[in-house]
C-alpha cells in the first residue's frame, strides 16, 4: 500500500518507478513518453479508485447464481488541466469509461506567474460527482490552485487531485488553498528553478507530450 501523509499519497511502486525514469530522460521521443504517461495513469487510477464504494448485485453466470460487487454511489468526473492534463485523463479514461470529463484551461502569466482561465467546461451535478482532477506537473501551484478554485465554485465538493511529479512548494501551497482536497503523485522531486519549472523534472510536459518543444 502507498504511504499517506498529511493528505498526500505518494505512489512509489516499481513499475511506475521504472517508467518515470524512461519519461525524465532528456532523449525519449514524444511518442513513447505519452504512452508511458499513458500507462502509468493507469497504474495510478488503480490507487486513486481503491475506495470507491461497491454493492452486491446478484448475477448468473454459466455454472450458478451469485451475489457479485459492482460500483455504485457517485459518479466520476475527470477534470483535465489543459494541456498537459489530457496525458493523464486519456488513461484514467479507458480504466473508467463511465467518467464524465470536465475540461480547465489556464496560461501561467509570464509576468506574475498566476493562473489566467481562458476554457471551463463541466458536466452537470458536479457536487454529486467524485472529481479527480489531473495536471502531470504541480510546480508552484498557482495553475492548480485556480483550477480547483474554478471547480469548486461550479459545485464540487469532493475533489481528488492527481499528478506525475510535484515539488514540496507546490503541495504546500496546495495545502493551504485547498487543504480538503487529498493529492496522489508519483513522485516528489527537489525544488523549483527560476522559472518555477521543476528540478530535476522531466522538462516542459505539454511539450513532450505532443512534441511542441
Ligand atoms: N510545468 C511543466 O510542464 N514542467 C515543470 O517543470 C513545471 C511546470
Redesign the pocket.
Known amino acids: 500500500m502507498p504511504e499517506t501523509i498529511d493528505g498526500v499519497t505518494l505512489i512509489d511502486h516499481p513499475l511506475i518507478k521504472h517508467k518515470l525514469t524512461i519519461m525524465r530522460k532528456k532523449e525519449t521521443p514524444s511518442s513513447i513518453f505519452r504512452n508511458l504517461l499513458r500507462e502509468i495513469s493507469l497504474l495510478m487510477g488503480y490507487e486513486v479508485t481503491r475506495d470507491l464504494p461497491l454493492q452486491n448485485i446478484e448475477i448468473e453466470t454459466p455454472m450458478a447464481t451469485m451475489s457479485a460487487p459492482k460500483l455504485v454511489g457517485r459518479k466520476m468526473c475527470i477534470f483535465s488541466i489543459l494541456r ?1 492534463g489530457e496525458g493523464l485523463a486519456q488513461g484514467l479514461l479507458d480504466l473508467i469509461p463511465s467518467a464524465r470529463v470536465g475540461h480547465v484551461g489556464l496560461y501561467r502569466d509570464p509576468k506574475n506567474l498566476q493562473a489566467v482561465e481562458y476554457y471551463f467546461k463541466a458536466p452537470p451535478h458536479l457536487s454529486e460527482r467524485f472529481c479527480l482532477v489531473v495536471d ?5 501551484g498557482n ?1 492548480a490552485i485556480a483550477a480547483l478554485d474554478r471547480i469548486k465554485k461550479a459545485g464540487a465538493t469532493n475533489i481528488t487531485f492527481l499528478c506525475l ?1 510535484a515539488v514540496p512548494e507546490g503541495l504546500k501551497a496546495m495545502k493551504k488553498a485547498h487543504p480538503d482536497v487529498h493529492i496522489y503523485t508519483t513522485a516528489i522531486d527537489e525544488k ?2 527560476e522559472k ?4 530535476p ?8 507530450i505532443f512534441g511542441t518543444i
Open positions: 498537459a502531470p506537473m504541480l510546480a508552484t495553475s511529479l523549483l528553478n518555477s519549472y521543476i528540478i523534472g522531466l522538462g516542459d510536459a505539454g511539450d513532450r
